[in-house]
């Protein structure tokens, strides 16, 4: 696990994106980022005039508080550390079969309290998202690893059918060589006058997804805000899609093999 960060680091980069208007921030009591992020977010409103709805603060609950049956006290832990009254996203981090029926009741029973606007389930495929299909209550959001070495067609259409956003994790796939040395996307940011980063991060938004992205750099915050400058056409879509080979970095079918 490597180090949390401080507030030293984070400030900068948060401070950044508040100002290039990217405000939601992803965070999960395993990255040890709730509290710093907290601290970061009321000196954003004091030095930059922000008030709470100005950002969205989305956490997770963790395997491990799943599996302690109660999630309520780790849930007031997080708001503790925020230092609010409520968050707009929960999250379950991980689908432990086990566990899940209850967590997601409790989860939704939170945001039925105002506590949590919106719910969410982390890290699913379609076997799980079949059975999500028979939910009393859809969760709001899907959070997946995706990138264009994994396109996820089946996940897309499923939350664009049913009205849930899709988010997408490492969605560069830590620019693994196959995307750094595509003559393809070079090509493509090329005739875009863009960078590759900024084209892959502007095909999840074409292809209806939410790119989270990770960096302590304030320049990477500018670079990949400007994503919104330039649009891609449907051949640019098709092409970049092209490189799917359902590459994934996270085995997350190891830990969690459906419910």
């Not at 982390?122 to 969760?139: F, H, K, T, Y």
């Not at 994790?169 to 996307?185: F, N, Q, T, W």
Request: hydrophobic share 35%; net charge negative.
């Amino acid at each position: 696990m490597s180090s949390p960060k401080t507030y030293g680091e984070l400030k900068p980069v948060i401070f950044s994106a508040l100002k290039e208007g990217i405000n939601r921030f992803d965070t999960a009591p395993s990255y040890r980022t709730e509290g710093v992020i907290g601290d970061v977010l009321k000196s954003a409103e004091n030095e930059l005039g922000l008030s709470r709805k100005d950002y969205w603060i989305q956490t997770k609950i963790d395997a491990w508080q799943m599996t302690e049956g109660n999630i309520r006290k780790h849930f007031d832990d997080a708001l503790e550390k925020f230092g609010t009254e409520y968050v707009d996203a929960l999250l379950v981090h991980w689908p432990v079969p086990e566990k899940m029926s209850d967590t997601w009741t409790q989860v939704a029973g939170l945001k039925s309290s105002g506590l949590v606007r919106f719910t969410g389930i982390c890290n699913v495929r379609m076997r799980q998202l079949e059975s999500i299909a028979g939910w009393d209550e859809l969760p709001d959001i899907i959070q997946i690893e995706r990138s264009p070495l994994r396109v996820c067609a089946d996940e897309e259409e499923f939350c664009r059918r049913n009205g849930i956003e899709l988010q997408a994790y490492s969605p560069l796939c830590k620019m693994d060589h196959r995307l750094r040395d595509s003559a393809l996307l070079h090509d493509i940011a090329a005739r875009h006058g863009v960078s590759i980063g900024q084209a892959v991060m502007r095909w999840h938004v074409e292809t209806g997804a939410v790119p989270i992205f990770a960096t302590t750099k304030p320049g990477r915050v500018r670079e990949y805000s400007a994503v919104t400058d330039f649009s891609l056409d449907d051949a640019d879509i098709a092409e970049i899609s092209t490189l799917d080979c359902n590459h994934k970095m996270y085995l997350e079918s190891f830990a969690c093999p459906g419910f």
